[in-house]
């Protein structure tokens, strides 16, 4: 279900930008280019939903907007109830940031959202890189994620921070 490991452990997936055509689907692959989790876009929703899936269709995460928010909000549900909440940050002068509310501590995203070259963190420590300079084809991009981290939910946050730049 994972990527080969690249130096170090880490996992390394290639997904698209600009994902968000109406219920369209796609594949997140490994480096090699092998298939290894769907994202199914939901058409009849009045929020953008997306599924994320293994190969074998087993549901995984739920992203999707809530229909009420003060502020954008992408919300992550596993197994039924809510486990990740992504919202952009209030002050963000300098560059995009984004928060990551999780159960069993937070994330924090910064960088370059738009251009995708960010970092996901957690107390200071990488969690997963974001780069678009690993592949060399149009409207794609890197996720690596750490070792020992949770690479579905990481690649959930990752859909989660293209629904904000898709100006949704």
Do not use: C, N
Not at 123 to 140: N, P, Q, Y
């Amino acid at each position: 279900m994972a990527s080969d490991a690249t130096a170090g452990g880490a996992r390394r997936f290639r997904m698209r930008e600009r994902l968000f055509d109406l219920g369209e689907d796609f594949s997140i692959e490994d480096e090699t280019g092998r298939p290894v989790y769907l994202v199914d876009g939901q058409v009849l929703t009045l929020k953008q939903t997306f599924l994320l899936k293994d190969l074998s269709g087993r549901f995984l995460a739920r992203i999707r907007e809530p229909l009420i928010a003060l502020r954008e909000t992408v919300v992550i549900d596993r197994e039924g109830a809510p486990t990740a909440t992504v919202r952009r940050a209030l002050l963000s002068l300098l560059r995009p940031r984004f928060h990551v509310e999780l159960s069993d501590g937070d994330l924090e995203v910064v960088g370059d959202i738009i251009g995708h070259e960010y970092t996901i963190r957690r107390d200071g420590t990488d969690v997963a890189r974001i780069s678009r300079r690993w592949f060399s084809l149009r409207e794609t991009y890197g996720v690596e994620v750490a070792p020992g981290e949770d690479a579905p939910l990481v690649l959930a946050i990752a859909v989660a921070l293209e629904a904000f730049e898709s100006g949704e």
